[in-house]
């Protein structure tokens, strides 16, 4: 979203003043913040007095519109090969995104691993719920919605396993990780378009950051074949990946100087037909603490 700031006139002139009579942009930035402009702000009064004076358009009048910053992103942690050795397993790469940055994975699991973790999770499965950003509570999602179960980091000998896997595909500690997610849709439900970035507009998810730092990347396992719908799609980036029983997509979405990218935003259509499994894996900057 844009943003506008106060840009009062009086500032304005004085820029105008000092470039016209030579003084070089980075130098009348430089005062600026030495007078306490914030530097990216300065930056951007400055830049937009010279490209008006430049275009011979109107002058900013009192404020000024500041562009989003986009988001810069880091390179892909994932190697470049096409296929990846992840310990017992190795996991192969069918096709790469650049916005957001994401790959999708084959190989990640065989079937009967697949069939385990249904059974493991089945007994356990809640009605899904979403957080509630006003309070930070997790609240029941609507109807249409999936239900869902945490396990523990390496709470059995499978679960060992397959953190251990993923670790090793994104050479990050295995302690980084969030247990796996199993989520359950039947015929009719999805979820609705989300970020995995934690936005610190509540005491949970601030208290969270601090501990483990930010999400920085999810892998989301599809558990078996579903027979219509059930993709899951990147609307910014006009994506849908077909869930297919072993595969994965991988996407991160926050780069090293802490930016979140919105072009990760993401979600599961409905299941048209059938019914889909996943397990999710988010995975933080630090050891995840959860409480
Ligand atoms: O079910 C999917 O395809 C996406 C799951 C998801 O977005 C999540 O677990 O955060
Ligand atoms: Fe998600």
Known sequence: MALTVPFPNPVRDWIISNLQRGCAAPDVVRELCDNNVEEQLANAMVNAVMQALMAGSPLPEGQLLLAPLAYVADPCRLPAAPVIACGDRDIRILSRMSKPTAAVLGNVINARECEQLIELARPRLRPSTVVDPSTGQDVVADHRSSEGMFFRLMETPLLEKLDRRLAALTGLPVENGEGFQILHYRSGAGSAPHFDYLTPSNVANAESVTRSGQRIITVV???????????????????????????????????????????????????????????????????????
């Open 221 to 291: 396992i599809y558990l078996n074949d579903v027979a219509a719908g059930g993709e899951t799609v990147f609307p910014e980036a006009g994506w849908a990946i077909t869930p297919q029983q072993g595969n994965a997509i991988y996407f991160e979405y926050c780069n090293r100087q802490g930016q979140v990218d919105p072009a990760s935003l993401h979600a599961s259509s409905p299941v048209l037909k059938g019914e889909k499994w996943v397990a999710t894996k988010w995975i933080r900057e630090r050891r995840f603490i959860s409480r």
